[in-house]
């Protein structure tokens, strides 16, 4: 079967440090992305890696270890736009990508 | 560029009738796809096409469902008859896979309500 696990909710502070861990067993793998989506509005892209290790792109960054299905989205210097819904998504081949259930960011003052 | 249009953006209609959302994929964009975002089950794919031919179907829920891709500018999905439990946001998405990347473009979405 197809199961991707995220937590449902966190909160963390203005200018902290927050990791969001994904963990996941797919029947194939292509790559693992995140997407944030604020409320209201669509999915964007923010990160895809398909190598073990870690893909850092400014304020975020993304890791994936391949054996042992697990993921992490490391966002820096919170802000307060930082506050969205986190998806881990996973591309299982044949351009299909099963999403992850979301993980709710609250950014606090 | 545009990117992914949707229409209508929101949707109120009473159980039985008819319902038809619509997208137009970015230019150049080969493959589109259709999903479907409610509370309890998350973001959901419903059905893709590659160059205007559905791939794969099988998260559509039941016969009541159906899409087109008549050319590579014009998705349809279509409800009929519409169910109260189908209320949610359908999303559009297009990617290229001369990205490298797999990822996919969505549009603001079609908030459904069927009363």
């Known amino acids: 079967g197809q199961n991707i696990d995220q937590p449902t909710e966190m909160t963390a502070t203005e200018g902290a440090i927050v990791q969001i861990n994904c963990t996941y067993q797919t029947s194939g793998f292509n790559g693992l992305f995140w997407y944030q989506q604020h409320a209201g509005e669509a999915p964007t892209f923010l990160s895809y890696?398909?190598?073990?290790g870690l893909e850092e792109k400014g304020r975020f960054s993304s890791f994936l270890s391949r054996s042992k299905g697990y993921s992490y989205l490391l966002l820096k210097e919170l802000q307060m736009k930082d506050s969205a819904s986190y998806l881990c998504a996973v591309s299982t081949g044949g351009f299909k990508t099963i999403f992850g259930a979301g993980t709710r960011l609250f950014v606090k003052a | 560029d545009a990117g992914v249009i949707q229409s209508p953006r929101h949707e109120v209609t009473e159980m039985g009738q008819e319902v038809t959302l619509r997208c137009k994929p970015i230019?150049?964009?080969?493959?589109l796809f259709w999903y479907r975002q409610t509370m309890m089950r998350g973001l959901e794919l419903l059905i893709y096409f590659n160059n205007n031919v559905p791939i794969d179907d099988s998260g559509m829920p039941e016969d009541r469902f159906s899409a087109k891709m008549p050319n590579a500018s014009f998705s349809t999905l279509k409800i009929q008859p519409s169910e109260p439990r189908d209320s949610a946001v359908y999303f559009c998405a297009s990617r290229t896979p001369s990205g490298g990347t797999d990822t996919q473009y969505f549009g603001p979405g079609t908030r459904l309500t069927v009363l």
């Open positions: 230019s150049g964009h080969d493959y």
């Open positions: 890696n398909v190598l073990d």
